[in-house]
């Protein structure tokens, strides 16, 4: 695994895996993938304001980690997508 404080993590979710259409762009130059190296924790924020105008109810995604030309995917795998019930 590369240097945490040079690395780049990003993610993105789509409605299938050939889409061009990217529902959301998380990573940690936008502050919504958090690495917390000492705790060897990964923390994906997907805030309010980005699901709410998402209308598909299902897709795909992965998070891959960069640096320099160092690339890895962590994980992938299908995700549901709720409306928010608690408002």
């Known amino acids: 695994?590369?240097?945490h404080d040079r690395a780049?993590?990003?993610?993105?979710?789509?409605?299938?895996?050939?889409?061009?259409?990217?529902?959301f762009n998380l990573t940690t130059e936008n502050g919504l993938i958090l690495i917390e190296?000492?705790?060897?924790?990964?923390?994906?924020?997907?805030?309010?304001?980005?699901?709410?105008?998402v209308t598909s109810s299902y897709g795909v995604w992965d998070i891959?980690?960069?640096q320099d030309s160092y690339v890895k995917r962590l994980l992938e795998g299908r995700v549901k997508l709720t409306p928010e019930?608690?408002?």
Request: charged share 20%.
């Open 85 to 87: 019930v608690t408002k």
């Open 64 to 66: 891959e980690v960069y």
């Open 37 to 53: 190296p000492l705790l060897g924790k990964i923390t994906v924020s997907i805030p309010s304001d980005y699901s709410t105008p």
């Open 1 to 3: 695994f590369p240097s």
């Open 8 to 23: 780049v993590m990003m993610s993105r979710v789509r409605e299938e895996y050939d889409s061009s259409v990217v529902l």
